[in-house]
């Protein structure tokens, strides 16, 4: 799964402007639908009998986003292998205990990520550097997915 841009949206939505779910263009109206404020039912246009191959489209398209967490964290468990280097990598688990080296992660309520059943496992994602109050907007953490060599992470 890639990301969803609102682009490939709107590209499947009716692109009439009627404005009836509340938004100036279809355009925005897609925009909304990708970050998680709007949803397809929002749109009368789309339940028309003509429209209803681009709904069905739409509707798998928007599951991607909606299978992402609140905090657009995704694992692909079908990628996943379980070889535990997000585990290692990860500077929030580090900081909790060394013992998390190896992959199994601890225990402990306080690591982001561990191997569980041979795939990695969120465990508490709000210990995330990339969702602390004070992270960089500029250049969010991304080291599990960049220590990922099967693409099994994502931040939608």
Known sequence: MTKVSPLEVHKLLPRTNCKKCGNASCMAFAVKLVSGKAYLDECPTINEARYL??????????????AATPTKFVIHEERCTGCGNCVDACPANVA?????SGGKGSASKDVV?????GVVKVVNVKACRRFEE?????????VCV???????????
């Open 146 to 156: 960049d220590s990922c060599p099967y693409k099994a992470i994502e931040f939608m």
């Open 53 to 66: 191959r681009q709904k069905l489209a739409l509707k798998e398209l928007i599951s991607k986003v909606l």
């Open 96 to 100: 909790v205990s060394l013992e998390v």
């Open 113 to 117: 990520l561990k191997i569980e059943d």
């Open 134 to 142: 004070d992270a960089s907007e500029s250049r969010p953490c991304s």
